[in-house]
Structures are given as C-alpha cells and as structure tokens.
C-alpha cells in the first residue's frame, strides 16, 4: 500500500504564487507516473500535470507555462510549483502515483482569490 501526503496549500491572491509537495511511502523509481489533479464541487477530477521517473512531464493546457512539476527521487517527492495563479485555479489538489492502479493523497485545498 503505497501512502501519499500533501502539504503547501492555501490561500493566495490572483498572480501569486504556491508550491505543492507530496511524499510518497513507496518508490518513485518503481511508478509508471506520479502526478497533480485538481477538483471542484460538482466536476470531475482533472489532470494538471504528471510526470514520468525518466523525468517526462505532461501538463493540461490550462496550467501550461505557469506550474511546474518535479520530482526528487533521493526523497520520494513530487513538487507543484504554481505561478501567476488565477482564481479559476481554485480547487482541492491531489496526488496521484500510479503504480498498477492508482494510489491518491487526501487532498489539499488551494484558494486563489482577492
């Protein structure tokens, strides 16, 4: 069983900037991916950026060129940097490492607003 823990959420104003963290009790040499999603009351989860133990990343374009995933795999850690934030960016975000199936963290809220 592969625990996940978020950290780094709040709240912030439009064009500020945040940063995401999730360890990770498992391996991420040993994941087909690691990733960031996103959700709102009443809409699907989304997907706002994975990346691959080779280091390939893939990000939705509404967060393209503003975050930036990363990982650390001496501490098993996936990072979110998130810049010029905007208050549709306003969810509770989640990580994922997907393994043979997918393993998610609690969640954690992050609030862009003036």
């Known amino acids: 069983q592969v625990q996940l823990v978020e950290s780094g959420g709040g709240s912030v104003q439009p064009g500020g900037s945040l940063r995401l963290s999730c360890a990770t009790s498992?391996?991420?040499?040993?994941?087909?991916?690691m990733g960031w999603y996103r959700q709102v009351p009443g809409k699907p989860r989304e997907l706002v950026a994975v990346?691959?133990?080779?280091?390939?990343?893939r990000y939705s374009d509404s967060v393209k060129g503003r975050f930036t995933i990363s990982q650390n795999k001496a501490r098993n850690a996936v990072y979110l940097q998130m810049d010029r934030l905007k208050p549709e960016d306003t969810a509770v975000y989640y990580c994922?490492?997907?393994?043979?199936?997918?393993?998610w963290g609690q969640g954690t809220q992050v609030t862009v607003s003036s």
């Open positions: 994922n490492a997907r393994i043979q199936g997918d393993f």
């Open positions: 498992g391996r991420i040499l040993s994941f087909r991916s």
């Open positions: 990346i691959a133990p080779n280091g390939i990343t």
